[in-house]
């Protein structure tokens, strides 16, 4: 299995990207996916998480109201829809598969992904 991220970049602040995150290999529908990122010098957070059908989602609260998650199963894609960017926003973001389909607590714990993409870098400038 292999996940790539894709779509990061330079933006100002208030404006908006959308992350991709395209898998390859196993049943791309039977797993829950996540975003996490990482800021320079700090640990890794939680963003955002999308069952392995897409019914069900969760956010993180400095991020809710703002980003959106979704996918296409068809084509084994995950997309993170980023919308009035702040500053504090600037990281690196990974995108990370779950064993199964949506797990009932903990979702927020990175511990339970056990594949994860290369990262893609997001700034947002002031």
């Known amino acids: 299995v292999q996940l790539q991220a894709s779509g990061g970049g330079l933006v100002q602040a208030e404006g908006s990207l959308r992350l991709s995150c395209a898998a390859s290999g196993g049943t791309f529908s039977r797993y829950a996916v996540a975003w996490f990122r990482q800021a320079p010098g700090k640990e890794r957070n939680f963003v955002a998480a999308i069952s392995g059908s897409g019914e069900n989602t ?11 998650i979704s996918r296409d199963n068809v084509k084994s894609t ?3 829809q980023m919308n ?3 500053p504090e926003d600037t990281a690196v973001y990974y995108c990370a598969r779950d064993q199964i389909a949506w797990r009932p607590m903990l979702r927020r714990h990175f511990s339970f992904y056990n594949y994860w993409g290369q990262g893609t870098l997001v700034t947002v400038s002031s």
Do not use: A
């Not at 969760?58 to 959106?68: A, I, L, Y």
């Open 84 to 86: 009035s960017l702040k």
């Open 58 to 68: 969760e956010f993180s609260d400095s991020v809710k109201g703002r980003f959106t």
């Open 78 to 80: 995950v997309y993170l």
